[in-house]
């Protein structure tokens, strides 16, 4: 690299950053949608009537079948064609929220079937209504079981913001390319500085993950002793 | 009226029938017990008391209102009707205190200073006060039954069942469960219970209600049943019964 390159890199690394913040924007947006519709959905599945429930694996069959490049512009060029006024960002956020919402459904379904039962006919049996078992012995229980799974979703859907790019959102990937194509001998340490970024906020998103599961971890469970491994 | 009235239940699961029209009654303060061979619907029986399986067909009323009514809040019939399960389940997440408030704080509405000393109440009785933060994982399968049994008690039942509260446990936990039982009886408490410990039917129950293939074959007091049965069927399984689990207790 020339003198002149390191200069160009170091003059983009602010619009690097700040396109960053709008991947960490997009990051936020549809793992919230997706983890509200995902719970959603799972409750649906296991404890919904039947047609709902027919209809809830339907819609987590459609939103994990359909490439996620796809249902970005299917989403975005879509609702535009029928003159929805919808921003690149928002259509980004819903699309991959979406999708991300049929992922963390299985993700809690599993957890909420794992938690058994039993454990649903305790909270009835002392006049518990099923929203309450629920709410306060059901899903306390798969949230925490849902933890490591919904670790590998994060990290998934993390760098899947930069799909974004495809309609058009100006975010990390996008501003890469921009500052290649002003100065191509960039091509490999811009990529390399976006990996760099998502290989730290993966790292990050990681740690705190796995220190939610430390603080909420259920006594009794763990294994007992110092150092001691089973 | 009897505390429970129990008429001509039926229940089927597909082809399977396995309650047969049974009938029969609980007054306040009686302790009865219900034995038979596996499969003969009697968890299906205790469930159907408080609906946690609705019936098919027949009534119950509980201190003159019917449950099996569609009128009746069932909610809050649960609440009256304490529920002993087999294999605990207490919920795990929540400490032993939890476990005993939970029901007090979000069915009863209870405030929480109120619900936690009844609860603390409720585990001294079961001699647990000093288990209030242990979490279930924490403590022996005889603690949790006698948490799950506090629980039960915290929602001041009219009625408790228990469902073979003590065929899980080891054989050295059984005994400070079935006592806390027996001084529940001794307390007055309602209480059907589900088990094959013969010498708890014999010293406790009132009446012990034999139970087979979906029907109550004989019911009668424990003196009775054991000595003089009306029907050959009782005897042989009672003689079976008391060989294979002994008498213990
Ligand atoms: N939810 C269910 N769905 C289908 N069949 C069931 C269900 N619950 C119970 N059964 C069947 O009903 C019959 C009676 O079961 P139940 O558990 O009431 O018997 P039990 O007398 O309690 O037996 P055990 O002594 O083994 O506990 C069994 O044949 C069982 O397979
Ligand atoms: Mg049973």
Redesign the interface.
Known sequence: MTASDWQGLLKGVPSLLGGLGINLQILLGLVTLGFLVGIVIALIQVYGPRPLATLAVGYEWFFRGVPEMVLLLLIYYGLRQFHVPITPFIAAVVALGLRSSAYQSQIFRGAIQAVGS??M?????????RL?AIR??IL??AL?LSIPPWSNEFSSVLKDTTLASAIGVIEVFKRARFIIGRQYGLALPAFMLVALFFLVLTYMGNWILGALERRYR????EAKGTGERF | MALLVVEDLHKRYGKEEVLRGVSFTLERGETKVIIGPSGTGKSTLLRCINRLTEPDRGRIWLNGEEITSRRTNIYKIRAQIGFVFQDFNLFTHLTALDNVRLGLIRVKRMPRREATERAMRELARVGLADKANAYPAQLSGGQQQRVSIARALAMDPKLILFDEPTSALDPELIGEVLQVMIELAEAGMTMLVVTHEMGFARSVADEIIFMEKGVIVEQGPPEVLFTNPKVPRTAEFLRKITEFYGESS
């Open positions: 039993r454990q006919m305790a909270a009835l049996s002392v006049g518990m209504t309450q306060h012995v306390p229980q925490r259920i006594p009794g469970f």
